[in-house]
């Protein structure tokens, strides 16, 4: 995150924002704490240390299974300690939950993301295969309609 910091350093935090989706979306949360920008956060991962822990080891890349790359603990260990319990600026961020997000636990997003604004999608997908309904929402929060 160190070399993030440092590309948006000279960036105009007052008129700048962050948009993520699921891991994105924790990473985003994080910067947007530490630069007090806006944050639009698709189907956040909320708890990624728990959740990919489990994946320590080698894999193959999706796209192409020949190619193979290791998840190690130290990874984990990073994800924890950019682990944010409570928004310091929730009126700074919107929340794009999908109830039928087949891979993270929407209700945990909503417990995380409360004091934000939140956009609870009662459908949909973690990929917000729908994200076009929703663009002028994410448009007028970030004051771009």
């Known amino acids: 995150m160190l070399e993030v910091m440092q590309a948006v350093a000279d960036w105009p935090h007052d008129r700048m924002a962050v948009i993520g989706s699921s891991l994105g979306g924790f990473y985003a949360t994080w910067v947007a704490e530490q630069t007090r920008c806006k944050a639009v956060l698709l189907n956040p991962a909320v708890n990624p240390a728990r959740d990919l822990a489990q994946y320590i080891g080698e894999h193959s890349l999706w796209h192409d299974p020949a190619e193979h790359f290791f998840f190690r603990e130290e990874f984990v260990q990073e994800l924890?300690?950019?682990?944010?319990?409570?928004?310091?600026?929730?009126?700074?961020?919107?929340?794009?939950?999908?109830?039928?997000?087949?891979?993270?636990?929407?209700?945990?997003?909503?417990?995380h993301y409360a004091r934000a604004q939140v956009r609870l999608i009662d459908g949909s997908d973690h990929a917000l295969s729908d994200f076009e309904a929703h663009l002028p929402a994410l448009l007028e929060f970030l004051g771009l309609d």
């Open 80 to 111: 924890r300690n950019l682990a944010l319990p409570l928004l310091s600026f929730p009126e700074r961020s919107l929340a794009v939950i999908a109830k039928g997000d087949e891979l993270l636990d929407w209700r945990e997003m909503l417990a």
